[in-house]
């Protein structure tokens, strides 16, 4: 408790000095940005997202292996990322579904401000299957959401547009959080999203970088990102099937997102770009028991959660 209070404390103490440096005449200080430029989105430290993922290897590990739906090991998980928010100064709200007989969770963070008739969303599922703890599928969009939200905490970014994020539960169910959450919309408020984004299996160990093709602005918006980078992208296109954003998708709402890849092989074309093995699957550890904290690319974490932060700051400013 104390520590988030004198957390908090802290940060206000940092946004004074920026204020000062920026209005004062204090020698030396940077030029005011000009009007109306976009400000820049933070580089989101790999090493912050890793630590996120090592906690909810934790929490698999203390509770029977897995953060899957109906599991001790999903509310959990949804607790750990529900503190960090709150102490950043979310304004965090739980929802509860009923899916195979158990309760399910899903948690939405809304950071204040913004036009709230402009909505910009990330989102990632929280849960795991029951076979593993879920590290790549999916602590790794799972962390660097929570990451990307704590930066824009750490920034005081004060975007023009509302920014929200989310974390749901029972994907594995078929996308049952998600699908309760748009379904609970009413059409106005679905209206307000102007975009969703989706992270789920980002940080695949033997990564490929797709990026979802069904907006066009979002999916420019990641590729100029990548571009930027002088990393190949391919497109991801089964909007329609495989995850979170499949619900928006289907409710009008413009969709984009990531993926490093699961289960299908790497071609020999795709090693030639992006380097790693040929014929071995993007993830090997697809839903199984070794989804664990070695089951991560380093670099593709780090390359998709600095491109998710690149994205909400540009589509929100
Ligand atoms: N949603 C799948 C899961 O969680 C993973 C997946 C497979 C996926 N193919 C995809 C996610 C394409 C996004 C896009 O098990
Ligand atoms: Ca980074
Ligand atoms: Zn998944």
């Known amino acids: 408790m104390k520590l988030s209070v004198s957390g908090r404390a802290s940060a206000a103490a940092v946004v004074a000095a920026v204020t000062l440096l920026a209005t004062g005449s204090i020698a030396g200080a940077a030029p005011a940005p000009t009007a109306g430029a976009a400000a820049a989105a933070p ?13 909810l290897q934790s929490i698999a590990t203390a509770n029977g292996g897995n953060r899957a739906h109906g599991r001790a090991g999903y509310l959990a998980s949804v607790n750990y990322v529900k503190g960090k928010l709150d102490a950043a100064g979310f304004t965090t709200t ?4 009923t899916s195979s007989g158990s309760t399910g969770y899903n948690l939405i963070a809304d950071w204040p401000g913004g036009n709230t008739d402009q909505v910009v969303m990330a989102g990632s599922h929280l849960d795991s299957v029951t076979a593993g703890p879920g590290i790549n599928d999916n602590g790794s969009g799972s962390a660097a959401v ?5 930066a824009v905490a750490r920034s005081g970014y004060k975007p023009t547009k509302h920014l929200r994020f989310a974390w749901w539960g029972a994907e594995e169910l078929g996308m049952v959080g998600s699908r309760s959450y748009v379904n609970g919309l009413s059409t106005a408020n679905r209206a307000k999203i102007s975009g969703y984004l989706n ?3 980002i940080g695949s160990p033997n990564p490929g970088y797709f ?10 918006t990641f590729k100029d990102y990548f571009t930027g980078l002088g990393i190949a992208t391919e497109p991801e296109t089964e909007g329609d099937g495989r995850s979170d954003h499949a619900p928006f998708k ?3 709402v413009p969709v984009g997102g990531l993926f490093s890849g699961a289960d299908y092989k790497k071609t020999s074309a795709q090693a030639a770009k992006w380097g790693g093995t040929v014929g071995v699957a993007f993830d090997r550890c697809y839903h199984a028991s070794c989804d664990t904290s070695a089951n991560i690319n380093d670099t593709a974490l780090d390359r998709n959660s600095d491109a998710i932060a690149y994205a909400m700051w540009a589509l929100s400013s």
């Not at 430290?45 to 996120?52: C, D, Q, R």
């Open 43 to 55: 580089d989101i430290p790999v090493a912050n997202v890793k630590a996120h993922l090592a906690q």
């Open 250 to 252: 289907n409710a009008g």
């Open 146 to 150: 929570l990451e990307t939200a704590l």
């Open 211 to 220: 990026v979802y093709d069904d907006d066009p602005t979002i999916e420019k």
């Open 199 to 201: 992270f789920d299996m």
């Open 94 to 97: 739980v929802q509860q579904f």
